[in-house]
């Protein structure tokens, strides 16, 4: 990972989660995004000690929670998503 690389993932969900309105805009999905975002933070996890992961899993709760709140399923996603599943919401109705 690459320097304050969680602490950018962490403020594009805090940036996405500030819009007004029931549903994240499709804007919050341009590239680099919030789901590049979260690839992102599921990468840390992987690799950092577990005090750390423990702190950030907890984060991550929260986050996906809210993530999913504002976004709806997608009926047709890719299959390489299934491991991921944030990318298989749908961004706005």
Same mark, same amino acid.
């Not at 929670?65 to 999913?68: A, D, P, S, T, V």
């Given at each position: 990972m690459w320097p304050n690389a969680v602490a950018k993932a962490l403020s594009c969900f805090e940036w996405a989660f500030k819009e007004p309105g029931?549903? $994240?805009d499709a804007s919050a999905f341009d590239a680099p995004g919030v789901g590049d975002a979260r !690839? !992102? $933070?599921e990468w840390a996890m992987l690799h950092l000690p577990p005090g750390a992961r423990r702190? $950030?899993?907890r984060l991550l %709760?929260?986050?996906d929670? @809210?993530? @999913?709140r504002r976004t709806l399923p997608e009926p047709n996603y890719n299959e390489w998503a299934t491991t991921r599943w944030w990318? %298989?919401?749908s961004r706005e109705r």
């Open positions: 029931r549903y $994240l !690839d !992102d $933070l702190d $950030l899993g %709760t929260l986050i929670k @809210e993530f @999913e990318w %298989t919401r």
